[in-house]
């Protein structure tokens, strides 16, 4: 017995062994049913092939006829299982009457001789030469291959989880064997009338067995991990069995039959701990899928919110604007000669615009943030100009609360730096409307210097301070230190987004942001801004 002939075997017995494997495990599902079929199809192929190269010419054409009937089976077969798998049996049963015609009647044509006939041939026994039917029947393997590798296509693009890795796997494998075996059992030996190159096309099932195997272990197909499980265990417990009636004294006997129970109520344990594990791993295969799907599906809502922020604040931007710039010219600039309770009534109104436009612009910069879409247009500034003004803006405001503040130089002169003037004066309004707020009958002082590679800028106040517990979410969106606090009720005002749009437009420059505090001892903000500046990818 040659090596070739080993081999074809091998691959006819474990074909037939995986298919009774699959069926064994769940002989009742239509999926495990159609796939026994499958390789039982297969297994028959092969072994006419093997038995009939022993064969004469004058004996081995019902060899043939039966090899190619069941390629007939091979092909419709898996047909059917890629239509019920994994889960489509009321498909399968709508379709299977329809699609069994083709290989009935290529399976009579090949018992009538009509599909390929066994021809003398020099230097071996016959050699197959095709039929009258022969490209037909070529054409109708073709057919249902493609047919299948696209239903399981489709079953590949609709699942998801392990199911999809499993289609996945079978498709890459049936794809692979159904080429290789069209290619080397019909078309080559027609074309190059070798007989011996047929034998590639059998050889060609060891990869959809390989694939195949490695979806059933790796992946679980068809749940046969059990099954395997427990064929292994019986297999020993026989071999005890035998061991035990074959026993030569009664005490070896005992100890035999002791044995065997041993291993039998461990085997059970076994099995019953592989299907717990199973049973546990597909609940977690599970889990993990919906635990995706809910973050893919926060994810796009998460951009869904963002982007109806961005869109809202913009449009809300066009008619806040109008109300604010008209009631600040009837009121701070008396276009309309109000008299003075009628600017009375009318500044909350402007007040409240106001708030409500930096809201606005505040809710438009966080949504910017989130989408990676903040941009810093910097131009030369001279910080030390632009420091005064904003301080001097504040003196009134100050003076309101009892609060004295002041802009110090720590260095001579200032250099002039690279920045975004608009963004840094929102940095530089915020820290010190935040010192002002939580300062009563205090001090603000700013102070800015130039160390290092670095500008430091630094606004310290003596105000309440900031809890402990409060610091580390201080730059957090919608966070607000003191926001519930009963004896401040006035800090339960603003959005608590002013510090996180600081930090990444900081951030955005290159710089840091940090802070010192101590509940009852005032805080200090000091940020820091790059001499040089380099341009960053843009701050999340």
Not at 160 to 171: D, T
Not at 282 to 292: F, K, S, V
Not at 388 to 409: C, D, P
Not at 444 to 472: C, F
Request: proline share 3%.
């Amino acid at each position: 017995m040659n090596f070739d002939t080993i081999i074809t075997a091998l691959i006819a017995v474990i074909s037939l062994l995986l298919g009774c494997i699959v069926l064994a495990n769940d002989y009742k599902n239509i999926s495990n049913r159609l796939f026994f079929a499958f390789n039982f199809s297969a297994s028959v192929w092969i072994s006419s092939s093997l038995v009939a190269k022993f064969l004469t010419i004058d004996t081995v054409q019902p060899f043939v006829n039966i090899g190619f009937a069941a390629t007939s089976l091979v092909v419709y077969f898996f047909l059917m299982f890629s239509i019920a798998f994994p889960n489509s049996p009321n498909v399968y049963k709508s379709w299977w009457h329809i699609l069994s015609v083709m290989p009935l009647i290529f399976i009579i044509l090949s018992f009538m001789n009509l599909v390929a006939k066994a021809t003398p041939d020099e230097g071996v026994n016959f050699k197959v030469s095709p039929g009258f039917f022969y490209i037909p029947y070529f054409l109708f393997l073709l057919s249902y291959a493609v047919a299948s590798i696209i239903k399981l296509f489709v079953n590949y693009r609709q699942e998801k989880g392990i199911r999809k890795e499993q289609i996945f796997v079978v498709l890459l494998g049936f794809s692979i064997y159904a080429f290789l075996a069209l290619f080397f059992s019909l078309v080559m030996p027609v074309i190059t009338h070798n007989p011996n190159i047929y034998k590639w096309g059998i050889y060609s099932v060891i990869i959809f067995l390989v694939f195949t195997t490695y979806a059933i272990i790796e992946r679980g197909l068809l749940n046969v991990k059990v099954i395997v499980t427990e064929l292994a265990v019986l297999l020993v417990i026989l071999a005890l069995l035998v061991q035990t009636l074959s026993s030569e004294n009664l005490g070896r006997g005992i100890i035999n039959a002791s044995i065997l129970i041993i291993v039998a109520y461990g085997g059970y344990l076994i099995i019953a701990s592989v299907k717990k594990e199973i049973a546990h791993n597909r609940q977690l295969q599970n889990l993990t899928h919906q635990l995706e799907q809910d973050k893919r599906e926060l994810v796009d809502l998460d951009r869904m919110k963002d982007e109806f922020l961005q869109m809202a604040t913009h449009e809300l931007n066009t008619p806040i604007t109008v109300i604010q710039g008209r009631l600040s010219m009837a009121i701070e600039e008396n276009m309309c000669h109000l008299n003075d309770e009628q600017k009375k009534f009318l500044q909350p109104i402007l007040t409240d615009t106001k708030r409500l436009a930096q809201l606005s612009k505040d809710i438009l910069n966080v949504a910017r943030i989130d989408q990676h879409r903040m941009k810093i247009n910097v131009t030369e500034a001279d910080i030390d100009s632009l420091i005064s003004s904003i301080v001097s803006g504040f003196e009134l405001k100050a003076k309101e609360k009892g609060n004295s503040i002041a802009y110090i130089r720590l260095n001579q002169s200032l250099p002039k730096i690279m920045i975004d003037q608009s963004k840094i004066t929102e940095v530089l309004t915020n820290l010190i409307s935040n010192a002002n707020k939580f300062t009563e009958n205090g001090k603000i002082a700013v102070t800015a210097k130039a160390k290092d590679d670095d500008m430091i800028i630094t606004i310290g106040d003596s105000g309440v301070g900031i809890e402990k517990e409060e610091q580390k979410h201080l730059f957090e969106k919608f966070f607000q230190a003191g926001r519930f606090d009963p004896d401040n009720p006035q800090e339960q005002q603003g959005t608590g987004l002013g510090l996180f749009i600081s930090k990444n437009i900081i951030e955005l420059h290159g710089g840091k942001i940090q802070f010192d505090s101590a509940k009852g001892k005032g805080s200090t903000f000091y940020f820091s801004l790059p001499l040089k500046y380099k341009e960053i990818g843009i701050s999340a």
